[in-house]
Every structure is written in C-alpha cells, then in structure tokens.
C-alpha cells in the first residue's frame, strides 16, 4: 500500500500557473497508472491527466492544451502542471493509483486528502 500526498495548491488570479504535486510514501511503480482529479463543491470528481510508465498519457479534452503530466520519479512523485488558470478551474485536486489509465475515479485506489486550488478574476 502507497500513501499519497498532494500539495501546491493555492490562490492565484485568472491567467496564472501552478504546479502540482502527488508525493508518494514509497516508489509508484511505472506499470501504474496515476490519474488526477478536481473535485468542485457539490460536484463529482472529475478526470483532469493520467500517467503510466514515463510517456503514455492521456488528457480530458477540457485541459489538454493548459495542463502537463508527468513523473519526477527522483521524488517519486507525478506533477500537474497547469498553465492559464480560470475561475472554473477551482476545487479541490486529488490524485489516485490505478491499474491502468481509467477516466472513471471508481477505478483509482489511495486517495489523497487533496490541495486546493483556487481562481480567481
């Protein structure tokens, strides 16, 4: 069992960047998939990017051309870089492990608690 921790989240006005973090307790294996999510209030979690092994990704439609996915296996972590932030980008990210890349968050196991993000005009 691996623990998660995302963090990164902040306050920042339309237009700005972040970048986030999911930190893991101990190495991801590359043969999982790590998928992000955000989670508006009074919304179901929602798939942002997934990642497996270093270079097979996949992306919602909704952020492809804003947000990256990757591995920073020195830390053993997988980053979201999110570029050109909007109001409707706000919510609460989290970040899961699953078998393979999934869009569904029933598939993904050990949950972070989450960052929050939050955008503002």
């Known amino acids: 069992q691996v623990q998660l921790v995302e963090s990164g989240g902040g306050l920042v006005q339309a237009g700005a960047s972040l970048t986030l973090s999911c930190a893991g307790s101990?190495?991801?294996?590359?043969?999982?998939?790590v998928g992000w999510f955000r989670q508006a209030p009074g919304k179901e979690r929602q798939f942002l990017a997934a990642?497996?092994?270093?270079?097979?990704?996949y992306y919602a439609d909704a952020v492809k051309d804003r947000f990256t996915i990757s591995r920073d296996n020195a830390k053993n972590a997988v980053n979201l870089q999110m570029n050109n932030l909007q109001p409707e980008d706000t919510g609460t990210y989290y970040c899961?492990?699953?078998?393979?890349?999934?869009?569904?968050?029933?598939?993904?196991?050990?949950w972070g608690p989450g960052t929050q993000v939050t955008v503002s005009l």
């Open positions: 101990r190495p991801i294996s590359s043969g999982l998939a």
């Open positions: 990642i497996r092994s270093t270079e097979t990704t």
């Open positions: 899961g492990i699953a078998s393979t890349i999934q869009i569904r968050p029933n598939f993904y196991d050990w």
